[in-house]
C-alpha cells in the first residue's frame, strides 16, 4: 500500500528565513507532485516532478524529487508572508494520486 | 468549461438521509477522482474513474458510499443513510490523461450532517 508521509506538519518560521518540507513514501513511483492550498480554497499545483533527480523552481520555492530514497523535498527560500498555506505531497502509482496529510506553514512578518 | 466545476459548494443535510453531490470536469479529461478532506486534515482517495474502465473504488470507506460517472463526463458522489462522521469537504478533481498530468482540483462540496 502505498503511503506518503509530510514533516513537519505544521511550521511557523519568520520571513527571510530559509526552510525545507520533506515528504517520504513507501513503494515506487513514477510521479510525485505538489500542491498549495490556502484557507478554505481548494488546491493549486505548484510542481511535477517525473523523474529521479528532477529539480523545479518558482519564485522562492524550489522541489525536488529522489526516487531511489523516495524522497522529495520542498525547500523556500527567504519566506515572505504570501507563501502562508498548506503544502501537500502527492504521489503517483498505476492511475492513483495518494497525498500526504499536508505541511500547514505560517510565515510571521 | 474552464475548470473542475462541483455543486453544490455547500450541503447541510440531517443524519440517515441522502445526498448526492455532483461533479462536472474539464472538458476532455478522460480521469476523474474524489477525495474527501476532513477538518483540517489531508485528503482521503475515494474513487478514480478513467475513460470507459472499470472505476477503482478501493478508497470508498463503506457501501454507503457510491459513485458513477455517465458518458464519460458528469460524475455523482452518493452517500446513502449519511452520518455526522461523513461530514467533510468533498473534491472533484480530473486529468486529461492517464500517468503524468497533474490533477485539476474543484472548488469542493463542503457537507455538514447533522
Known amino acids: 500500500e502505498l503511503k506518503v508521509e509530510q514533516n513537519p506538519l505544521f511550521l511557523s518560521m519568520q520571513e527571510g528565513k530559509n526552510y525545507t518540507i520533506y515528504c517520504n513514501y513507501s513503494?515506487?513511483?513514477?510521479?510525485l507532485y505538489w500542491y498549495r492550498q490556502d484557507p478554505g480554497k481548494s488546491l493549486e499545483s505548484l510542481f511535477v516532478l517525473l523523474s529521479n533527480g528532477a529539480v523545479k523552481q518558482e519564485g522562492r520555492l524550489m522541489a525536488s524529487l529522489d526516487t531511489k530514497a523516495r524522497l522529495s523535498t520542498l525547500h523556500i527560500t527567504a519566506a515572505v508572508h504570501d507563501l502562508s498555506a498548506t503544502y501537500f505531497c502527492?504521489?503517483?502509482?498505476?492511475?492513483?494520486?495518494?497525498f500526504g496529510k499536508g505541511t500547514r506553514l505560517h510565515i510571521l512578518p | 468549461g474552464a475548470g473542475v466545476s462541483q455543486s453544490p459548494s455547500n450541503k447541510v443535510t440531517e443524519k440517515g438521509k441522502d445526498v448526492e453531490l455532483r461533479c462536472d470536469p474539464i472538458s476532455g479529461h478522460t480521469a476523474l477522482y474524489w477525495y474527501r478532506q476532513s477538518l483540517g486534515q489531508g485528503l482521503e482517495f475515494l474513487i478514480y474513474f478513467q475513460g470507459n474502465s472499470a472505476p477503482d473504488k478501493s478508497g470508498l470507506p463503506s457501501d454507503r458510499f457510491s459513485a458513477e460517472r455517465t458518458g464519460g463526463s458528469v460524475s455523482t458522489l452518493t452517500i446513502q443513510r449519511t452520518q455526522q462522521e461523513d461530514s467533510a469537504v468533498y473534491l472533484c478533481?480530473?486529468?486529461?490523461?492517464?500517468?503524468?498530468?497533474?490533477?485539476?482540483f474543484g472548488q469542493g462540496t463542503r457537507l455538514t450532517v447533522v
Open positions: 478533481a480530473s486529468t486529461p490523461r492517464r500517468g503524468w498530468a497533474e490533477a485539476f
Open positions: 513503494t515506487t513511483s513514477d510521479r
Open positions: 502527492a504521489v503517483g502509482r498505476d492511475d492513483k494520486i495518494i
